[in-house]
């Protein structure tokens, strides 16, 4: 073969084959590109949303925004009524990211506080701030609702102007902003029928707008259920929305106190309340089990042989904790809970 010949197929063979390295690496460099320009998470006052693009899987999300692809049966779940098939997601969608990882700077929250930035992977429940808690030495109230402007009505909702006087224990400012709750009769535990604390029951929001001498002009912000004339007022403590998920306590054993509607049975999205505070070393953002206990006897009635195999069937997340008790969102349930269900520390961390 003609040498001439062989050398013009080599160097177009040499040739082709850097044309094509070259094509290849300026599709890798669009495609790592796309990756790095695609839109981050949406924040809402629901939560965090994210478009999806071209060539997302919940897979790949799983791992992008809460450090690990092995939590998408979660992601799937959360947004199952829009995705009927988690093989199949397609550009345009929105979905809804209950956890959500990375490191956020400092901002300004609704109140006007400075957030401080957070990180690792998170629970983001917008509603935190209506929920209550059970305290043995109940709050002592800084003031008292005692009239509605308007009459003619006995509820209070959103927007209404009523009228408020100091309980003792505040100057009830002009400007200042107060949580409107009330309280239940002192919960007993039945079975040790010790004290286990009053219930405070969150009920809206309100700010001074009129101070008089004996009494202040309130208007109502924001109202989680329905408000009553001898509601009382405590300060507003804003509470953040995203709940840093943190490391269990080992050796929790307490159980369910109540549901905080006062509810007979529990179920996934109830918020309730345990028995466990913050001296058993609970803090907000661990997460517990829930779990029964089924018996097996392989003895007789004269020589009992008893075996108890625990059994978990769901999972609730610490919301706000007092000194012997905490307040839980119930976040799965594979079956109906009640008062006294126990809950612990998940078996792994045992």
């Not at 829009?82 to 300004?108: C, F, V």
């Not at 604390?197 to 101070?211: A, N």
């Not at 505070?277 to 907000?284: A, D, L, N, S, V």
């Not at 997460?287 to 018996?295: A, C, H, K, N």
Request: with cysteine; aromatic share 8%; glycine share 8%.
């Amino acid at each position: 073969m003609n040498p001439k010949f062989i050398l013009k197929s080599l160097l177009l063979t040499l040739a082709c084959f850097v044309i094509l390295s070259g094509v290849r690496s300026v599709s890798h460099a669009a495609e790592s590109a796309q990756h790095r320009t695609r839109p981050a998470a949406a924040e809402t006052e629901n939560g965090y949303y994210y478009t999806v693009q071209k060539g997302d899987t919940l897979w790949d999300l799983s791992r992008r925004f809460s450090t690990t692809p092995w939590v998408w049966p979660e992601l799937w779940e959360e947004n199952s009524e829009t995705i009927s098939n988690p093989h199949l997601i397609y550009p345009g969608q929105k979905i809804r990211l209950t956890r959500i990882a990375g490191s956020r700077r400092a901002g300004t929250s609704a109140g006007g506080a400075a957030e401080a930035p957070v990180g690792g992977i998170h629970y983001y429940f917008s509603p935190i701030d209506q929920y209550g808690f059970i305290r043995k030495v109940p709050v002592a109230p800084e003031g008292i609702i005692f009239k509605l402007q308007d009459s003619g009505r006995q509820m209070i909702s959103e927007g209404d102007i009523i009228y408020v006087r100091s309980d003792g224990n505040g100057a009830l400012s002009l400007g200042q902003r107060l949580t409107i709750y009330r309280t239940f009769k002192p919960h007993i535990d039945q079975k040790t029928k010790e004290l286990i604390g009053t219930q405070h029951l969150l009920c809206g929001v309100l700010e001074i707008v009129q101070r008089e001498p004996q009494y202040a002009i309130a208007k109502v912000l924001e109202s989680y259920r329905p408000i009553e004339i001898g509601d009382l007022l405590m300060p507003y403590q804003r509470r953040s929305p995203r709940i840093e998920i943190k490391n269990s306590q080992p050796g929790i054993d307490g159980n369910l106190i109540l549901a905080e509607e006062h509810l007979s049975i529990f179920a996934e999205s109830h918020v309730a309340f345990i028995n466990q505070g913050r001296r058993h070393g609970i803090t907000p953002g661990q997460i517990y089990s829930i779990y029964r206990s089924d018996e097996h006897n392989f003895g007789n009635a004269s020589s009992p042989n008893k075996i108890v195999i625990p059994f978990d069937y769901g999972e609730l997340l610490v919301l706000h904790t007092e000194d012997d008790t905490s307040t839980v969102l119930i976040t799965d349930s594979r079956k109906e809970s009640h008062e006294g269900t126990r809950v612990r520390t998940p078996l792994a961390l045992r």
